[in-house]
């Protein structure tokens, strides 16, 4: 950490952001600049509420050096993690790339079993569908629930298909624990702490999507939450940010693919449909992704996306899955992976 | 809503959409333009998934043309809601404006009885002050929870304060329920629905703080699940938005201020702390806020902020906070209201 | 400047980015930390590309500590600079807060005359109006050139207004500089270069508008190039920015207000119009604005806004101008000022 | 155009809409719902200021319908356009992607050269390269101008590469024309529409950069303006947009690839150096802008990065640039299309 003096600062006020520097267990060490002092701040600085110091006169700011979390991080464990998901074991993050596919939502059992053998077929690893649903509107279509879950369980049990599905808060953690194979925890739940907690107890990978504003500092703590309470199996999925541009639902950023391969161990998956909102960009932006690097997609698809109950927009049929999955083929060969 | 053809859309792919529009439940209404068909749908579109028919052949896009929430709108409450708060009974919402402020965390009975006084003595309304702190990182503070509430409670036993402080899940609703007057829901779980949905089972108002990047109709939305469950006392704050902007923690839009007053007849609340990251900021922010109209403000105090155990850079101390009040006063006066 | 080592990094690494920091003319000055290692760099870096160094292997990221702009900074010079404007010489980043109106547009000899009356009667200090108007699309009305600024001209002498106008380009200048009393660079114009240069050698003022997603750094670098030119008389308009808000045109960071008196000596005008892009939050946001700080407003009015050739949302009609600034003149009060 | 009544609009708002309606030349059709009243406006609008209707009483907005380009629009050309560029006629836009690199400023002769035989070599078709620099700081090199452009001639006879160069405003047309074979615009100027009216005046490429906050919409009006003046020949080029991410210098939005291409029938280039500003990340993004169906890349590459004059961060060398071409060989052929 450095601290930056304001111009003008003198000895006295040095000597008391010293002082704090002190108190807070860490050695200082000031470097007198031209225009500016700063004081550098030597020591574990994590539990360290920087901001405390930015209050004492004549500080500027402060600059935060190291990473805020640990074993997310490639600086505490270099080699990739692997998470193995499905009654395949199929190994995301390992040499092939994982595509994921599925309904928005569980509407039915004919519904769920007619895109589950599409999926399968497609040639594709995991089933996504959410049983419970968190919804925008409270008018809106909740989810089948309880009998959703045992629907996934059904396909996964026809197909051989991962199951990925939504556990959106404490209250439903037993029940997706134990029909699913990967929890996935959504956007708007990211920074809910005492979800991540608890995932943290569960022998179940979990699939972390980012929030829609949130930083990589962010979303690699709310991974480390979850590492830190026990449980070491966490996929991060990138699913758009929140930016100005209004064509799309979200803005669908692919540099944290080859920029978390720098900063974690972590697999990283993309997903197309909620990154762009709209059908026709998901086929591009899928194999933009495993061009990027991805370790794996999740892409919305419905047997009837006309009528699905939700995010219809942005879902694709069977027939157009399959032509994309044979498509991502040839590019994750060009990019050295398979598929 | 309306639906908009792509040019060179023929009688059959309107009739398509027009059988769609019929399948939900609407009627329908075609309008043929120079360059384009649109598609106008009438009848009660809040509970269709509007993305469903944008993936019909040849339609462009869909245009909602309702507001998608209810209870909270002016549509349907034209008079303002004034929520009362605390020993006090404060009406937020009506003419006066009610300043709130206190520690971003309870960290010890000392500090919090000096700061409360202090807020009491500054001619504020309430004590804010968090029991139970979701953090970012897991290794920062986590707060003093069961232990903070109680002082809390002791607190407003002294000062007549009401109580605002932060229910973080769940399962902690309970505990919070039992000492706190008003229960505040922070930025990360604004869209956490269970919680809200329990919330609106409670007894207490509830502050609803505006997700950092969450439009209005998803903050409403929001709004609307608490009082679609059975409590219409809710409290709207904004506390700033992730933008671009580097040199703040957040940009705080004061727009809000006057454009909810147009949508909704819930009271409006500025946290100009969190607003801005940095406490040489809070005072123009806090004028500005109640000179663009809003209810009330979350000030962020301590008595000793270069030592906070959080929220250091963006707490003011006691002495700054009895000036801006004073200051605020004036300002709440030229705009016609009190203090 | 700090240079961040990545973890790992080796004494042949640090010795590689010493050497490189040396050849730039600078000291350096290396801090061996618990985890990492940081090169700080001493001496004026202003002219250095550090994005070179952060080239080098195992370099993590640059920090840079200097504000980049020296001439438009508080560091440089400290009393606050006061642009007089108009045949009155209203100080502008005084004691009293001015207000400058007008249309968007001049759209004829009759519509400029009714408005500028009404913002004299009103109580403003400048007249502001487009004579040459950049449009986003070439279809738009693009102004009477020439001719509109004579009736501003007109306007001026009638009134005693300050006329406030926008120059488009460098084939521009020297018509504008003959008929206005204060040159206004657009936001879309705030980093062309060669015109804030040429208006370095012009013997009026210049308001420069902050540029849609620009940083503070850029806006006063921005303001640097006109100062460094020879011109010092510059005024900055912040007029909102582009963040995913989609309710208004722009979102209005009053923040930049008090963060810009930090900064610099320069005068800071808002204009609330653009800032907002609908009449109806004009009001309030007007009073936030004076609230925070700023030195001038500057407003779009018409006498008939309904029919306004441009920007028709959000301008506000003479008899809502007169009320407004009759409650800018409280809210002035209520902080100190005047107007 | 379809205007939006406010809930409680009587006969009378709706009559005065319609009056002004007709003024503006359109038709009216107007449409009762269950609880609003809408207005559809038939006719081409495209030079009608939407917004003063905004201004009349009771009407909430105004949703356009038609893009507001024309030329640009897929809606009046279907065939997509190619430009062909340089000396050996490379046609961007067509089968093949085309790759352009170079440094971001012409900084000597032997700099140069060394780089063009490198880009020439990797198997690119462009040479990119600055002479007249727009600077953020008015203290960094502001490049070599007109003896910059005689070097890139010189480069261009003796590889063949297509000269792409920026010209920064008017006064430095007649020079880039002389020499360059294709004209960048610049994202700071890809409003300043002086320069773009001119530019289509011009017999040569025009490759137009997207602002850096800039919609889908203003950036092909951009480029509306210089093909209404008349030059078909635009090329669009994605740099990258500013959001709240802070790990790179822009977000690259891919997105617009695919969406571009259903929209508009010009050629879309990408830049993935200044879309992401470090040079770790620029081979993983330029593998995903071919995937996504980018027509080429504009790549920064310096023979020597660590001490280039700007833009040393994001600028690859000669050795990784021609093993970055070898997998985009790859990739363009996994998605049908050659390099």
């Not at 200082?28 to 920087?50: E, L, N, P, Q, W």
């Not at 199929?90 to 309904?103: D, H, M, R, S, T």
């Not at 298909?161 to 929890?183: F, N």
Request: charged share 25%; with cysteine; aromatic share 4%.
């Amino acid at each position: 950490m450095i601290v930056v003096m304001k111009p003008g600062a003198d000895k006295d006020h040095v000597d008391h952001v010293v002082k704090l520097v002190r108190e807070f267990g860490l050695r200082d060490h000031v470097i007198y600049g031209t225009d500016r002092t700063v004081v550098a701040c030597i020591g574990d600085k994590r539990s360290v509420d920087k901001g405390a110091i930015e209050n004492a006169p004549m500080v500027e700011r402060i600059v935060p050096i190291l990473s805020p979390y640990k074993m997310a991080s490639t600086e505490v464990k270099r080699e990739r993690t692997q998470v193995e998901i499905g009654p395949l074991q199929f190994a995301l993050g390992g040499e092939k790339v994982g595509i994921i596919a599925g309904p928005c939502a569980v509407e039915s059992r004919e519904q769920l079993l007619r895109i589950a053998d599409a999926v399968k077929a497609a040639g594709c690893v995991g089933l996504r569908g959410g049983a419970f649903k968190p919804r925008t509107s409270p008018y809106s279509f909740q989810g089948m629930r309880e009998e959703g879950l045992k629907l996934l369980a059904e396909a996964r049990d026809r197909t051989g298909l991962a199951v990925v599905t939504e556990v959106t808060g404490l209250e439903t953690i037993d029940a997706v624990v134990e029909y699913a194979d990967v929890l996935q925890v959504g956007a708007r739940n990211m920074q809910h702490y005492p979800l991540l907690e608890s995932l943290g107890k569960v022998g179940k990978p979990v699939m972390l999507k980012r929030g829609m504003s949130a930083k990589l500092d962010e979303w690699l703590l709310a991974a480390e939450y979850i590492i830190d309470a026990g449980n070491p199996r966490v996929i991060l999925c990138e699913r758009g940010i929140r930016t100005y541009e209004e064509y799309v639902r979200f803005t669908l950023p692919l540099t944290v693919v080859p920029e978390l391969r720098e900063r974690t161990h972590l697999p990283v998956v993309v997903d197309p449909s909620h990154g762009t909102g709209h059908a026709h960009l998901v086929p591009a932006m899928s194999r933009a992704a495993v061009a990027a690097g991805a370790d794996g997609l999740l892409i919305e698809a419905h047997p009837d996306p006309e009528h699905a109950a939700s995010d219809g927009a942005q879902s694709i049929d069977p027939k157009s899955l399959g032509e994309l999955v044979k498509s991502l083929r040839k590019v994750a060969q060009a990019v050295g992976r398979e598929l």
